[in-house]
Structures are given as C-alpha cells and as structure tokens.
C-alpha cells in the first residue's frame, strides 16, 4: 500500500494511512487463524453471522471441520510452528487487550480462583513434564486416555466409564498437589491446551447430557428443572428440555455457576495466567495432536487416539444449523456475549 500526499493535511493523511495499514494486516492476521463470525440458520431461515455487539446478515457459511486444510506431510512441522506462533501472539496480544484496565492474576491466583475444577482438569505426566487443560466436548476422554497411556497404564479394555475413574484412581491430575505446588509445576511444564468453537461445545453438551437421556443423571439435574423454570403464566407450556431452553439457562445463568460441560475456557483454563506453549483446534484435531506429540518427541504412542468407540453420536457440526435454526438471533447474540472471552481469546471471532 502506498500512501499519496495532496492537499490534505499531513497528519490526516499519515492517520489515515495508517489506520489502514493497520486494519489490512489485522484481518489478515484473522483470515490466517480465526473465524471471521459464526455462521448459523436463524428461525427464519436467514444466515446470519454473530459478533460481540451486532448480528449481521450474510450469505456465506463456513464449517470449519470441512474447510479445515491437511497438513501435508513434508511441510507440517513447519506450518505447525507457524500456526502456533500465531495463536500463541494473538492470544498473547488479546490477554493484554482484555486486561489493559485490570491486573492480570498470577498462575496461583489463576488456581485458586479456579478451584477443584480448574486443578482436575490438568492432565500431567511428571515423567516428561508436560501437561493438557482438558475441557469437556473438546476430545477430553481422548486426552484422558492419553495421559493414562503416557503414565503407564493399560487402557486398551476401557469404557467410557473406567476413564473417569482411572484418573482418579491413579492421581494423574494436579488436584494431588497444593495450590503453590501445582502453580510452580505449570510454570515449569510444557502446557497443552485444545479449544473448538464455543457454540459447537454448547451444542455437544446439550446433545450428549440432556436431549438424549430422559432417565439421566443430567436430565434430571437439568432438563426437569428447565422445563419448571420456563413454564411460567407468560410462557408457552414447555414438556421437554429443548434446545431454546438450555440456552436460555445459560444466558440466564451467572458464568461462575456453569457446569464443567459448558463452562467456559477463560475459567477452568486461564490462558492469559497461565502459559500454552501448545494451542490446538479440535476442527483439524487429529492432525494438530498427532503434531503435539511429535513435537513433544513421546515415543511408544503412533498416533492420537481417533474419536473413541463408545461415542456414538453423529458429529456436532454436521447438525448445528439445525439446532440454531430454533433460535431466535437476539438469543443466539446473549449466548455470544456470554462466551465472548472465550470466542475472542482463541480468535473465532
């Protein structure tokens, strides 16, 4: 870009070529890692593309999953490093961003405000001093059989059911250690951290803990009390917990109080206190994992575990416009601002 001089004033004219400059570099930064929006079928059956304070109408559609691009194999260490310096600048700069007006916490006051759930979800191998945030409906029970595997247990015959248990039966999270002792070890670990796109993890949750189990642990906890909570004088007569309306908890719901499934990164995982060293995306998930571990240099392990046998559901992206075509666009704007950290840390935004 070239920037003319006329008879406008100099300061106008270095101003507003700059300010150009700037935004031509910033969008194309976004172009190369995040996603511009997200795009969903609304009640009417129009797309719309959601940011922060405004739904804007648009014709075009992206699912990551599908546009995701393979890394070819004679080039991926190379692109791998590339798109992690990237992530990690971006995150770093919108760390700075967010807490511009406000004091960052330190990685043990990250921990302490996190509690039981923050420390759980640290996966650790003390042997190669590396550990995993895991999120839930982010390939966690994956993870989790990963880090069995690294600190030498046989998983080879588990349920879904034995993996939640082995975790615990074997200590391999950083819930064992204080909150000062599992503060130093993350300052000193190699840290891993996998994120997908906030709706898609909102929508995983409601399909595998509510809609599909009436005689649940979660569909009693939840889905009943949804159906009371709604069905006030000025309401429609709610009989099943639908999707309208686990959203519509969320958006009413303060973020602090949100259940490990739809909790939110910036609280269980506190990536501006807390240093990545690897930030992955489950929409290219078994590449980018498979990438971690060779970098990691783990030996005994081929490759990440693919999707697990005993989850059976049809992918979340595949069924999203569905599910959001329910909503209403202001509805689907508050569930955005509920996860705008979230969307704008990670850069799907």
Known sequence: MVCLKNSYPSTL???ACFIATFMIVYFQILDGYADTGFLILTGNNEPVRVFRNQVLNTAERRKPEQN???IAKDQNVIHFEKLL???RNWLNYACRNYYKNKTQPSVEEALEAGGYHTRNGFLIDITRNV????MAKVACTNWKLLFLTLNGVNVSAFTGDDVLGAVGHYGITLNKYSVSEAAALLSNFTNVIFVRHPFD???SAYRDKIEPKPDGHYWKGYGESLVKKYNTKNESVY????????????VDSDVRSYNPHWQRYVDRCHPCSISYQFIGHQENLNEEANMVLHKL???GIDEFPKRNKFYKMAPTNELRDSYFSQLKPELVQQLYNKYFE???LFGYI
Do not use: K, N
Not at 131 to 134: A, L, R, W
Not at 239 to 250: A, D, G, K, M, N
């Open 342 to 344: 979230d969307f704008y």
């Open 297 to 299: 240099d783990i030996s």
């Open 13 to 15: 004219v270095f101003g």
């Open 201 to 203: 993890r909102v929508l």
């Open 68 to 70: 995701a691009t393979p």
């Open 239 to 250: 009989t099943y917990p639908s999707f309208e309306l686990f959203v519509r908890h969320i």
């Open 131 to 134: 550990s995993i945030c895991t």
């Open 85 to 87: 310096e990237t992530r």
